[in-house]
């Protein structure tokens, strides 16, 4: 199957400062990534949509400047958080949908994640 | 009403039992739907895909009742190794190629030996 990779896989940071998260589809070219947030025992929260060479849309509530996502490429997606604080400190998840056929636009690909900590 | 429901469990259950877990859906305009699997402190994997006939893979079956808005997955003969967090995921309706899933809160199974 399709092989996504996040870095890092885990990161621990002062509150105020920003970390970028990268993901990349390996094998295959990604016109959409997709940027979500997963809390302790809760389920998956999409963040934003992101389309290479177009701005991200963002999910209700999303704060647009404070998480910011570039699509530079097919195949890379960056993810910063912008002054972190501790509420911050989740695990963020990205995907990655292949451009092909009705299923296949369907079809998302996780990276592993990574877990933030902001102290 | 939350746009994807499921009962979060934790199921309990022992080594070769069947097990089924259900999920409704509050938009009757989705078109696609999967259930995904997502162990502890890792990322989802696709399970299976839910088509409108049923679908059947090995151990795992999936069904669809469009009427009710209502998707099942069925887990016959547990392994250990099913042990994980069962998630229903809702196809919002797409437009063009914007579309984007929406996660059921999961189900947790526990299988035990």
């Known amino acids: 199957g399709a092989v996504v990779s996040q870095h890092p896989s885990r990161v621990i940071c002062k509150s105020g400062t920003s970390v970028k998260i990268e993901c990349r589809s390996l094998?295959?070219?990604?016109?959409?990534m997709f940027w979500y947030r997963q809390f302790p025992k809760q389920s998956l929260m999409l963040m934003a949509t992101?389309?290479?060479?177009?701005?991200?849309?963002?999910e209700q509530g999303v704060e647009k400047d404070k998480f910011l996502i570039n699509h530079a490429s097919l195949t890379l997606s960056t993810l910063t958080v912008t002054s972190a604080h501790p509420e911050d400190s989740s695990f963020y998840i990205c995907?990655?949908?292949?451009?092909?056929?009705?299923?296949?636009?369907?079809?998302?690909?996780f990276g592993p994640g990574t877990r933030l900590l902001v102290l | 009403r939350k746009e994807v429901e499921q009962d979060p469990g934790p199921f309990n259950v022992p080594e070769g039992a069947t097990v089924a877990f259900n999920c409704t859906y509050s938009?009757?305009?989705?078109?696609?739907f999967f259930w995904y699997r997502q162990d502890c402190r890792k990322e989802p994997k696709l399970l299976m895909s839910?088509?409108?006939s049923g679908n059947e893979d090995g151990r795992f079956t999936a069904q669809l009742n469009r009427a009710s808005q209502y998707i099942s997955l069925l887990i016959r003969d547990s392994k250990l190794s099913d042990s994980a967090t069962y998630l229903c995921?809702?196809?919002?309706?797409?437009?063009?190629?914007?579309?984007?899933?929406?996660f059921g809160q999961g189900t947790t199974l526990q299988v035990k030996p």
């Open positions: 995907s990655a949908r292949l451009a092909g056929g009705y299923r296949d636009q369907e079809t998302q690909y």
């Open positions: 094998d295959f070219q990604a016109t959409t």
């Open positions: 992101s389309n290479e060479g177009s701005k991200a849309t963002y």
């Open positions: 938009n009757s305009a989705s078109q696609s």
């Open positions: 839910v088509y409108s």
């Open positions: 995921v809702v196809n919002w309706p797409p437009s063009g190629n914007t579309g984007k899933l929406i």
